[in-house]
């Protein structure tokens, strides 16, 4: 996946919290986006992905609270993302979108 793919799989996500659509954004299968995630464990990526489901999970759980990230993971654009509630290396991820 090259890094616009990738950018915009990471705003699908933030968007939606569903991987399987995300995947379908890209031209991916569920299964693949998995496999990819395996592959760059503890990478930018890796930690973008988990960062997107957090806020979108943090957004459905509160939709009005104040706009702050959440935090990193331990192992550490679509016009609807609000890209300032990301870590700075998911911002310039999607920003090449």
């Not at 496999?35 to 960062?51: I, K, M, P, V, Y």
């Amino acid at each position: 996946m090259d890094a616009r793919s990738s950018a915009r799989f990471l705003a699908a996500l933030l968007e939606t919290g569903n991987i399987s659509h995300a995947a379908q954004m890209v031209g991916m299968s569920r299964s693949s986006a998995h496999r990819l995630r395996d592959r760059l464990a503890g990478t930018g990526f890796d930690r973008c992905w988990a960062n997107a489901l957090a806020l979108h999970a943090a957004r459905l759980t509160d939709p009005l609270a104040p706009i702050r990230p959440p935090p990193l993971p331990a192992q550490g654009t679509d016009r609807s993302v609000n890209v300032a509630r990301l870590s700075p290396d998911c911002r310039v991820a999607v920003a090449s979108v």
